[in-house]
């Protein structure tokens, strides 16, 4: 079939070595809804997209949704569910942030691109920030709770999943981070799946995952996600995981992952 008939969204979501899984699961699911109501255009797009995007959850339960029996409505309850979820698990971890940092003030860091981590972090920023700015005392242990955070060095490529390596940026050469916060390109039973440096993250500070029910994923779909710049992370080295509106132990967010029905994407 020629490529050139598939929607671009769908082309740019399977060539997206940038942004992360939310955003390139939501311009894949706005690129299946153009062709839902037209099955060999529909299968195509989804055989490109689990081609391209061999790492991410997101891309299966799409997959799942586009081979159901009512393929338009599947998606466009998906395409709803990203933006709801994603705006429970950003007000999840940003309380949840707040309150590790009031009782451990310092900067926060980071492993690779995250839209939903990027938000957490603007938004956790903004409220420390306002409380700083609320305080008629200039208190200098509030101003240290604001946090500043770093991310993978991006390699020559521009690909910053191809890297090896966590660079902490975090402004004063004094500042060290206290917590990390990270994404998850899928959640499964037993470990996650995300940017290379996540594990060495997590292995020195304690580390919050953001996500939302469309990364969880059972285990015999966990083990065939992988790909160049991904790394799987065991549960047990996270401090806790974000699903949506809820803060889950590491073994809950597995046990969720566990229940999630398998089959074909």
């Known amino acids: 079939m020629d490529a050139r008939r598939l929607p671009a969204a769908v082309l740019a979501a399977a060539a997206d070595r940038q942004g992360g899984a939310a955003e390139v699961a939501a311009r894949a699911v706005d690129g299946l809804l153009e062709v839902a109501a037209d099955p060999p255009l529909l299968e195509e797009s989804v055989r490109l997209l689990l081609a391209g995007q061999p790492a991410m959850a997101p891309i299966w339960h799409l997959a799942r949704a586009a081979h159901g029996p009512d393929p338009a409505a599947a998606l466009a309850d998906l395409r709803r569910r990203l933006t709801t979820d994603a705006d429970a698990a950003v007000a999840a971890a940003t309380a949840w942030v707040l309150d590790h940092l009031a009782d451990t003030p310092g900067p926060v860091a980071t492993v690779s691109h995250s839209s939903l981590v990027d938000r957490v972090l603007a938004q956790v920023e903004a409220q420390v920030e306002t409380r700083v700015a609320a305080d008629p005392r200039g208190n200098?242990?509030?101003?240290?709770r604001v946090p500043r955070w770093g991310s993978v060095a991006e390699p020559a490529s521009g690909d910053p999943r191809s890297s090896t390596a966590p660079t902490d940026r975090v402004g004063p050469a004094h500042a060290t981070p206290v917590m990390g916060v990270v994404g998850a390109d899928a959640v499964g039973p037993g470990a996650i799946l995300n940017a290379v440096g996540t594990r060495e993250l997590a292995g020195r500070l304690p580390t919050l995952v953001v996500a939302t029910?469309?990364?969880?994923v059972p285990g015999e779909v966990f083990d065939r996600l992988a790909g160049p710049g991904f790394e799987v992370v065991?549960?047990?080295?996270l401090a806790a995981v974000v699903i949506g509106a809820e803060v889950l132990s590491p073994a809950e967010a597995g046990r969720r992952a566990e229940a999630v029905r398998?089959?074909?994407p």
């Open 140 to 144: 200098p242990e509030a101003r240290r």
């Open 213 to 216: 029910a469309i990364k969880l």
């Open 234 to 237: 065991p549960l047990e080295d």
């Open 262 to 264: 398998g089959g074909r």
